[in-house]
C-alpha cells in the first residue's frame, strides 16, 4: 500500500541553524501539508500547497518558513533560522486532488530538536 | 475562533469492554469531521470520515457519529482490544481546500 514516507526520522540543530525536512508524498496525489505537533499539544496546520505554490498558510508559517517541491517526488520544509520553539514532531500529508473528502494521509513525522 | 475539543483527556479501560469517545466543535464553514488514530511517535491514521449529511459511518469496529446541529460527534469503539491503545483525535475541516482543524486527543489505554 502506498505511503508518505518522511527523512529524516529525527533530526537535532542548534539553535540559529537552518533544517530542511524531506517528505515523499503518495505518487499519484497533488496536495501536499505540513503539520507540526510540539509535544503533549494538538497537532497544527502549517502550510497547504497545490500547483506549485501555496494554497493557504496558517500564522505560525511566518517567513523563517519555506516549502518547495524540487522535483517530481520529493517536497521539503525549510526553516531558516530555528528557535527553541521550533521543536516538535513535523508531519507531511498528502492528498488526491478532487477528493471530496480530501482525505489526507500522514506521514510517520519527523522529530526536530532544537538544542 | 475555530476550536475542537475532546472528552475525555484520556481513558481506561479493559480489553473487550466498549468505549465512546465525545468531540464538540465550533468550526465554521463546516467541511466534514474525522477521526484519526495516532500512536506513539507515528503519523495520525484515518478512521472515519463524515460530511454533515452524514449521522453515523463504521470501520470495522469503530463508529462514529456526527449531529451537526448540536456540532457534537462521538466515537464507539467495540470489543476493544490491546493493540487500540493510541490517541484518538477528533479533526474538523473548514472547507475542502484542506485545512484540518484538530482536537487535543482522547489518550485510551486498553489493559490486559
Known amino acids: 500500500e502506498p505511503e508518505v514516507t518522511q527523512t529524516p526520522s529525527h533530526q537535532v540543530t542548534q539553535m540559529g541553524q537552518e533544517v530542511i525536512l524531506r517528505c515523499v508524498p503518495i505518487?499519484?496525489?497533488?496536495?501536499f501539508y505540513w503539520y507540526r505537533q510540539i509535544l503533549g499539544q494538538k497537532v497544527e496546520f502549517l502550510v497547504s500547497?497545490?500547483?506549485?505554490?501555496?494554497?493557504?498558510k496558517s500564522e505560525i508559517f511566518d517567513d523563517q518558513f519555506s516549502v518547495e517541491r524540487p522535483d517530481g517526488s520529493n517536497f521539503t520544509l525549510k526553516i531558516r533560522s530555528t528557535k527553541l520553539e521550533d521543536s516538535a514532531m513535523y508531519f507531511c500529508?498528502?492528498?488526491?486532488?478532487?477528493?471530496?473528502?480530501?482525505?489526507?494521509?500522514f506521514g510517520p513525522g519527523t522529530r526536530l530538536t532544537v538544542l | 475562533k475555530n476550536q475542537v475539543e475532546q472528552s475525555p483527556q484520556s481513558l481506561i479501560i479493559l480489553e473487550g469492554k466498549n468505549c465512546t469517545l465525545q468531540?464538540?466543535?465550533?468550526?465554521?464553514?463546516?467541511?466534514?469531521l474525522r477521526w484519526y488514530k495516532q500512536d506513539t511517535g507515528r503519523g495520525p491514521v484515518s478512521l472515519t470520515i463524515?460530511?454533515?449529511?452524514?449521522n453515523t459511518k463504521s470501520n470495522g469496529r469503530y463508529t462514529a457519529t456526527l449531529d451537526a446541529d448540536t456540532k457534537q460527534s462521538s466515537l464507539h469503539i467495540t470489543a476493544s482490544q490491546l493493540s487500540d491503545s493510541a490517541s484518538y483525535i477528533c479533526?474538523?475541516?473548514?472547507?475542502?481546500?484542506?485545512?484540518?482543524?484538530f482536537g487535543q486527543g482522547t489518550e485510551l489505554s486498553v489493559k490486559p
Open positions: 500529508a498528502s492528498s488526491v486532488a478532487g477528493s471530496f473528502y480530501n482525505e489526507q494521509f
Open positions: 505518487s499519484n496525489h497533488l496536495y
Open positions: 500547497f497545490y500547483n506549485n505554490e501555496i494554497s493557504e
Open positions: 468531540c464538540n466543535y465550533t468550526v465554521s464553514p463546516f467541511s466534514n
Open positions: 463524515m460530511t454533515f449529511s452524514e
Open positions: 479533526v474538523v475541516s473548514a472547507n475542502q481546500g484542506g485545512k484540518l482543524i
